[in-house]
């Protein structure tokens, strides 16, 4: 409170303080900012803002900034601002400077950065820009209440912009309390935005003189960025397209505090497919519950990239190198972007067959997919050879462009490749009564050297047994090798399963369904 007190109180001058953070310099790049709030998870907008600001600095060798903006404290949840700074590690786009890296222009959250906001706010009062305002709070209430009576949008009626110093003098000895507002004036200039082109918004003749300091001593978002990103050195504010409206006023800030402002680009919302709002209800647009659900960070990139703007044209499978290097921020429309989440799973499947042919990315598949069967099979592998890394490795090359989700490997379809079936003769037989002698050719298949055994060859051969056999159609020569080796009536092709399978494994398991 003795902070607050403080900003607030009486000044002769606002006192020497810290001139801007690191600038771009001569030799240096843009300097951008993510700066979200830490009430929950990071969500699929959040991305998307951070990934166009990350690729933007990256295009042109510049510094990505996470700046936490906690200024509003009933809404802070524990935990969440380092759980954003994770999120973004997870998705490949880490910041340069940030709360958890540290970095010259720190710190880097906004409840630790008061002191700067109170030299601002007291500039500002000495300058005559800003100016005590001691309404209660159920004074601006009733302000309120009679606006929306009237279908008017409410707004502050700008009473204590006219209280003289005397006037001021007594309320403070009175121990009233008070906010700062700032005095919005007429004529504002007009700005070029790099998305939307030429803008300005007179607001003074829409909205009423701003808070920009609170009674606690904590800053409202106009202020707070405004001075942030002069001293933080942001030379680019790429941000949501709700704050279009309110970059007028922030350049009033700037121009009252005698500030360089930096380049503003507004980008487009982010909706669903149908052109609703994204819903975070269900917790379904969060980045916590796709990598839960096995969802490759870079298929999240591609897709939030894929349906909006910035690029020559759509494509599916970019890379992030290559988001950087065909991003153009003066590609971005303003058309809103539609996101049409039921296509996840086919971005995702791109990414995961190309994780898959890369040698050092395909060892921690192998990885993740021996921890996978580990905990769905459990007790029930029979075989501990299943674990083997060879084994596994076959695997995911052999069914690399058939799967969304490495999990998909672990579902029930592919159940044969982690438990031996149980199938009995008998039921074999059901299928066809020529089974014995089935088995005996495809048995014979399988001794040929290992290196033979291909999908290819295996498919032909197998059409030449058909052949051997005397009413047994293809189909249901299939049909009973399937079920011999997976238990299973639909899968993989039965020469896939013999490939994946071994040689040896595929043996045993024919030997076991005709003994038993």
């Not at 204590?160 to 110093?165: G, N």
């Not at 505090?257 to 379904?284: A, I, M, T, V, Y």
């Amino acid at each position: 409170m003795a902070r607050a007190l403080r900003a607030l109180s009486c000044v002769a001058g606002p006192g020497p303080g810290p001139g801007p953070g690191p600038g771009p310099g001569p030799d240096r790049g843009p300097r951008v900012r993510f700066g979200p709030s830490p009430t929950g998870f990071l969500h699929l907008g959040g991305l998307r803002t951070a990934l166009y600001n990350y690729i933007f600095a990256k295009k042109h060798q510049g510094t990505f900034i996470l700046r936490v903006e906690d200024t509003d404290q009933n809404r802070v949840v524990p935990g969440a601002a380092e759980g954003i700074e994770d999120m973004l590690d997870w998705a490949g786009i880490p910041p340069d400077e940030s709360p958890g890296r540290g970095g010259p222009a720190g710190p880097y959250v906004q409840s630790q950065r008061l002191e700067l906001y109170g030299r601002a706010g007291a500039a500002l009062l000495a300058s005559g820009a800003a100016y005590r305002c001691f309404c209660s709070p159920q004074r601006l209430q009733l302000l309120r209440r009679d606006a929306l009576r009237r279908q008017q949008t409410p707004r502050y009626d700008n009473r204590c912009r006219h209280l003289t110093a005397a006037e001021v003098a007594q309320k403070l000895s009175q121990g009233l309390d008070c906010v700062i507002r700032f005095r919005l004036e007429r004529g504002v200039q007009p700005f070029q935005d790099l998305v939307y082109g030429w803008n300005k918004h007179e607001v003074a003749e829409v909205e009423g003189d701003p808070v920009i300091l609170k009674g606690d001593g904590f800053p409202t978002y106009h202020l707070a960025n405004v001075v942030d990103d002069h001293h933080m050195g942001i030379t680019h504010v790429l941000r949501g397209t709700e704050w279009l409206a309110s970059t007028s006023k922030h350049l009033l800030l700037y121009k009252a505090l005698g500030w360089e402002p930096p380049q503003f680009g507004h980008l487009p919302l982010l909706l669903n497919k149908d052109g609703g709002k994204l819903s975070k209800r269900q917790g379904d647009i969060f980045l916590e519950r796709f990598a839960r659900d096995g969802f490759l960070p870079e298929a999240l990139l591609d897709i939030v990239t894929n349906c909006g703007s910035g690029f020559a044209e759509k494509q599916m499978g970019r890379t992030l190198e290559e988001l950087i290097s065909q991003f153009e921020v003066g590609r971005i429309t303003t058309h809103s972007a539609l996101l049409d989440l039921e296509a996840l799973p086919e971005f995702n499947r791109i990414h995961l067959t190309r994780r898959i042919e890369n040698q050092g990315l395909r060892q921690k598949l192998v990885r993740e997919l021996q921890g996978l069967v580990e905990l769905v099979y459990g007790d029930q592998q029979v075989d501990p050879d299943v674990l083997e890394k060879e084994y596994v490795e076959r695997v995911l090359l052999l069914r690399k462009g058939h799967i969304s989700l490495l999990k998909n490997l672990v579902s029930s379809d592919y159940s044969y490749l982690w438990v031996r079936p149980s199938v009995s003769r008998q039921q074999l037989q059901t299928i066809s009564a020529e089974v014995d002698k089935i088995g005996k050719l495809v048995l014979g298949l399988l001794t040929r050297p290992a290196a033979a055994l291909t999908v290819e060859e295996l498919n032909r051969d197998l059409r030449s047994v058909q052949k051997q056999t005397r009413d047994t159609k293809y189909s249901s020569m299939m049909q009973l090798l399937r079920l011999a080796l997976s238990g299973q009536q639909h899968g993989p092709s039965v020469a896939e399963m013999m490939v994946t399978l071994g040689a040896e494994e595929v043996c045993g398991r024919i030997h076991r369904a005709l003994s038993s």
